[in-house]
Nanobody
């Protein structure tokens, strides 16, 4: 069983930056791909970014590409989401997630993931 805990959310002005962290316990973290999703008020949860198990390949939603960077540090059992040039429309609860299978690529579909953190709020003021 994998437990995920996010941190690093907060309030920032448009154009600013935040770095989200997600630390995993349980399971063999080094073998897991990881993803970030977000859910804005009144909207469905949507894909943000994912990274494969080795950290060698990443995929991003078009809306965050070139602004957000996902990274994975196995020694710290952590995945990060560096968010730059934040916009008001980035306001959401951000969730860290891991799939049930090991040695996989990063997935963009929510139903490919099994383990979820509790989420961390990001608020961008314009």
């Amino acid at each position: 069983q994998v437990q995920l805990v996010e941190s690093g959310g907060g309030m920032v002005q448009a154009g600013g930056s935040l770095r989200l962290s997600c630390t995993a316990s349980g399971g063999a973290f080094v073998t897991y791909a990881m993803g970030w999703f977000r859910q804005a008020p009144g909207k469905e949860r949507e894909f943000v970014a994912a990274i494969n198990w080795s950290g060698s390949d990443t995929v991003y939603a078009a809306s965050v590409k070139d602004r957000f960077t996902i990274s994975k540090v196995n020694a710290k059992r952590s995945v990060y989401l560096q968010m730059n040039s934040l916009k008001a429309e980035d306001t959401a609860v951000y969730y860290c997630t891991a799939p049930p299978r090991v040695f996989s690529r990063g997935y963009v579909k929510e139903n490919e993931y099994q383990y979820w953190g509790q989420g961390t709020q990001v608020t961008v003021s314009s």
